[in-house]
Every structure is written in C-alpha cells, then in structure tokens.
C-alpha cells in the first residue's frame, strides 16, 4: 500500500524545492528535502561528502535515507536529489511524481531566474552543457519508468504546477489531500494555537529558540572571524534546524546572496536542532526566528555578528530576509 506522502523527482533545476513547499503549504503536509537532511545528517555539505568520501559513501547515505523515509515519514512532500530515484525503495516511500521539463526549458529557467549565476555555479554538472544535457537525455527515461505520475512543468508557473498535482493526486487517499477543509486551512495538530494556552505555548517556544541562539552567538565570540566575512546568514533546513554562515558577498539587490561553500565560514557551533518546533508551520518558524533575532540585536548590540551591518535568516534555496 502506498504511503501518504509525495515524492518529488526530476533533473537538478527543475525546481522540486519551490514546488515542495507550495504544495505543503497548500495541503497542510510537511516539506523534506533529502539532500537538506543527509547534510543535517553528516554535518557537511554535499559538496564536502562527495570530495572527501565519495559519490559511493554519498548514495549510501541516500539508501539508509530512503529505508528511514519508508518505515517513518507519513504525510510529507519529499524533494530528492537528481540521483535519489535509483534508490530500492522509492515507490514504497509514497506517490512518486515526476517534473518533466526539456534539457532547454531547465536551463532557460535557471537563466531567467534571479541570481541566475548562482544558481548555475551551485550546479558544477551544468559546467559542461553538453555532458549535462546527455546525463538529462539519460535519466528522462528512468525517471518517468519509476514516476506514478508526470507533470509537465515547462514555462508553468508554481502555482499552476502545484494545481496539476492536487489534481492528480486526489484520488490516491493521500492522507494531506484528503484533509477536512479546516485542517488544510489551518486547523488541526500542525496548525497556528488558538487562545491563551497556544499563545503561552508559542511564547514558551520563542523564548527556547531565543536562548538556544544567544548561546551560539556567545559562543562566536571565543572565535576568530575570518576578515573575508562581510554578512551572515542564519540558513534554516526541514526538519527543523539552524545553521549559521559568514559569506564573502552581499548584495543589497539579491534576496538570496549567500556566496559558494568555498568562500563562507562556519563557526565551531554553527548548527542548532529545532526539534521543538516540530509542530510549527515554517511560516511560523522563520518568523520566529526573525522576531527572536531582532530582539537579540538590540539586546546584544556589541556582539561580534551584529557589529556586521548585513545579517539575514531565511530557508535554504529561499529568500533571505534582513535583520
């Protein structure tokens, strides 16, 4: 029997991320993202995994991933990799939805975007056009034999891309889609708290998330601070946890300038588990995190990262905003 969940493939910039967490917003399910958890997971980056233990370690780590997806994770809209499809399991995992798009169309959409340099230098197989469009040549076919359903998503908006898959799923008992109208708008366990008790509950919440980021900021004042680092960047994952950056770029007019892995810092105690916030939106989540940063600021002006005049949260792949 198939599992509540959706698992979104297709070839690196397509877009699974954006889409993701549209579609959880719109049906109350979680968003995970499988490269954002092995990272979590190995407290690296992907690019640190493949240089130092290889692309065999790294597909390792998505199989145990994929066994912990199947046996744990209900009602969850899942982004995998471009590689993650191979994996035993994928269609025990949930409804495997494949975004089509042509080799051109991805590669249009990657230069029409913003920070569309970025976005490519993220991306080191696009390097070479040629080899990517014939690894995309190769995989077109995999991925469509392993999807239960192909959304084309060429010149789409999310928005419509998100309909088509509501639509498409409505008839797989998918425990998200068939939510009551007020649970999908709001209600139910993962929903805003109502009255007295959901107010103290989420004060009591914001207050933990405030302290657990004092400690770390206090404890990048026992650090050396690269003098590359003009911005910080507090980068929120799903499941919940924090990381914190020091970037060698900023731009006023990028809502999203975090700069290559190569060129940024990361302190000691650079990550935070948020397991606490669990049953909060990420809208919730990241406002939390904006709010309880704020505060710190005027309560810690002589910190070292608040001396630095750019410092912004935000979730990975998504807008930065400014504190």
Known sequence: MKSSNIVLIGFMGVGKGTVARALAAQSGMFALDCDDMIESYANKKIGQIFKEQGEQS???MEESLAKFLEKSVRCAVISTGGGFY??????????VVYLKSSFEGII???KNSENAEKKFAKRPLLADLQKAAALHAQRNGAYEKKA???????NKSVKKIVKEICSACDGLNLKGKKMSKQKRSGGGKNSEPHGKEGKDDKLEKKEALKQKLRELIEGLEREEIP????A?????????ALELAGSSSFDADDNDWACEDEDEFYPQSSRLQLEFLSELSWRQ???MLVQALRELREQMPSAKIFECKHVA???VDGDLILI
């Open 108 to 110: 249009n959409r990657l």
């Open 148 to 154: 239960d359903i192909v959304i084309d998503v060429e």
């Open 86 to 95: 191979a994996v035993k399991n994928l269609n025990k995992i949930g409804t």
């Open 313 to 315: 949260a935000g979730f």
């Open 227 to 230: 003098k590359r680092v003009i």
């Open 232 to 240: 910080w960047h507090f980068d929120l994952y799903e499941p919940y």
């Open 285 to 287: 989540v990241l406002k």
């Open 58 to 60: 790294f597909r390792k």
